[in-house]
């Protein structure tokens, strides 16, 4: 009986230690899985990081190996030939414009001065001598700086020069007013003088102006009623009138 009791204390023991030893190798097992687990896990954190710390675009540290083919370089230099040309067209096309607008202005300064001074000179006439298509000759009635009371002065163009000269009697000198002159035009008119000019350059650009002038000295023009304004100085009878403007009817 005793042996009997002993015998099933022995097995429950024995039950217990089978039963703990299978508990701890479970732990062991569970231990084995968790280190392995954690290594896992560390080998992902380091790839991670690692990916973090490569470029988006690995290429960009690798030497490029490969250049321009001949037919982009032959297209990009196209372009920009074209390109240059274009802007060598308008550079040189407003270089022309601008060229051509300051020679015409020089001309018309030119031209706008010189008849400025005939017709200064022919309006303080006392007398037309005579005219020519190209020319003019007159006595002048007042002295200036330049010229004395009753002196003889003609207006020409020198066609071997293509100047415009005025030519005084006394003293003789000969004064060039303007250069460049293709054409000089006098037109007498019951003693209105009509002055054309023209101003021409080698380039081509030119100019032409054209002016009336009436002497205010002359005599009263006899048996022909004024055709634009006279400035009425000695009557028909020789007698002197005051200054007085006579208006076309």
Excluded at 34 to 50: A, C, G, T
Excluded at 69 to 78: C, H, Q
Excluded at 79 to 94: E, K, Q, T, W
């Amino acid at each position: 009986m005793k042996f009997m009791q002993w015998s099933q204390i022995f097995h429950k023991r024995e039950g217990s230690r089978v039963r703990g030893f299978k508990g701890s190798s479970e732990m062991n097992g569970n231990y084995k899985l968790l280190e392995k687990f954690n290594e896992i896990k560390k080998q992902r954190v380091v790839q991670s990081s690692l990916k973090l710390l490569e470029p988006m675009n690995p290429r960009i540290l690798e030497p490029s190996s490969r250049g321009f083919t001949l037919i982009e370089i032959i297209i990009v230099i196209l372009i920009l030939s074209i390109v240059a040309a274009i802007s060598i067209y308008f550079l040189i096309s407003s270089l022309k414009v601008y060229t051509m607008t300051v020679n015409q202005k020089t001309l018309l300064d030119e031209g706008k001065l010189s008849l400025e001074r005939m017709c200064r000179d022919i309006r303080d006439a006392q007398s037309i001598t005579g005219t020519t298509p190209t020319s003019i000759t007159f006595v002048r009635n007042n002295a200036t700086v330049q010229d004395i009371a009753g002196e003889t002065i003609i207006f020409q163009r020198n066609a071997g020069a293509s100047t415009l000269e005025k030519v005084k009697a006394s003293p003789s000198a000969t004064i060039t007013l303007a250069a460049n002159v293709s054409s000089f035009a006098v037109t007498k008119a019951t003693n209105e003088i009509q002055l054309q000019l023209t101003l021409q350059l080698t380039t081509g650009e030119n100019v032409t102006l054209q002016s009336k002038v009436y002497p205010k000295n002359l005599a009263e023009d006899l048996g022909v009623p004024p055709t634009y304004k006279n400035f009425r100085i000695q009557d028909s009878g020789g007698t002197f009138a005051s200054w007085q403007e006579v208006l076309s009817p």
